[in-house]
């Protein structure tokens, strides 16, 4: 059973790793998501990195602000509400994921292509299929 009293959990961190996603996908900074929820951008950076709990009320808000769901930001699904939280992306995968934020769609392509070819040398099958 978990301890609701620990500071913060493996589910914290996930929950973290997917906002810091969503919020470089949209091309949102912390400045501008931290100013949307009256706090400071130290406080996103909490929340992202898994250091300190988001309230459910405020989820909702970073959510909506984000155009996402509460439950993709909860469970990474939209539509397994059952599935466990998967694990938080490393540094190096939330890197590799703020460069490819900044890439042209040409060398995005080129660099899933070299991704695709990595993972399949290293025996990895099931990769997602690149976001059009």
């Keep these: 059973m978990s301890n609701l009293k620990a500071k913060t959990t493996d589910a914290d961190a996930a929950i973290g790793s997917r906002i810091k996603l969503s919020r470089v996908r949209n091309g949102v900074s912390q400045e501008a998501l931290a100013d949307h929820l009256g706090i400071s951008f130290q406080q996103i950076q909490k929340y992202e990195n898994g250091k300190n709990?988001?309230?459910?009320?405020?989820?909702?808000v970073v959510a909506d602000f984000l155009g996402v769901s509460a439950l993709w930001l909860l469970r990474g699904s939209e539509t397994d509400a059952d599935a466990p939280p998967p694990a938080p992306m490393d540094?190096?995968?939330v890197r590799a994921s703020l460069i490819m934020a900044g890439l042209s769609p040409r060398a995005k392509h080129a660099a899933m292509t070299a991704l695709r070819a990595i993972a399949e040398v290293d025996g990895e099958t099931r990769i997602e299929a690149e976001a059009a």
Excluded: P
């Design 91 to 93: 540094a190096v995968a």
């Design 53 to 60: 709990r988001l309230s459910a009320s405020a989820l909702c």
